[in-house]
Nanobody, 125 residues
Framework: QVQLVESGGGLVQVGGSLRLSCAAS????????MGWFRQAPGKEREFVAA????????YYADSVKGRFTISRDNAKNTVYLEMNSLKPEDTAVYYC??????????????????WGQGTQVTVSA
């Protein structure tokens, strides 16, 4: 069993930055791909970024490419999402997710087995 706890959300002005963290408990963090998803009010949850477990390959949604950076620290069982140049449309609840062991990273929600409770990010104009 894996538990994920997100932190770092909050209120920020347009153009500002935030760093989200996702702390994982349980086994085999280093062998799990990790992803960030977000859900804005009235919208479906969408993929934001993912990082692989083997060599740390990263992948981003087009809407955040060049502004967001996903990274992981396997010694701390933590994955991060550095968000820069934030826009009002980035306002959402951000969720961290983990795959089962040795799965490749993915943009699909259904490929992730474990989910955090989410952290709110609000970007004010």
């Amino acid at each position: 069993q894996v538990q994920l706890v997100e932190s770092g959300g909050g209120l920020v002005q347009v153009g500002g930055s935030l760093r989200l963290s996702c702390a994982a408990s349980g086994r085999a963090f280093s062998s799990r791909a990790m992803g960030w998803f977000r859900q804005a009010p009235g919208k479906e949850r969408e993929f934001v970024a993912a990082i692989g477990w083997s060599i740390g390959t990263t992948y981003y949604a087009d809407s955040v490419k060049g502004r967001f950076t996903i990274s992981r620290d396997n010694a701390k069982n933590t994955v991060y999402l550095e968000m820069n140049s934030l826009k009002p449309e980035d306002t959402a609840v951000y969720y961290c997710a983990a795959t089962s062991r040795n799965r490749s990273y993915s943009t699909k929600e259904s490929d992730y087995t474990y989910w955090g409770q989410g952290t709110q990010v609000t970007v004010s104009a």
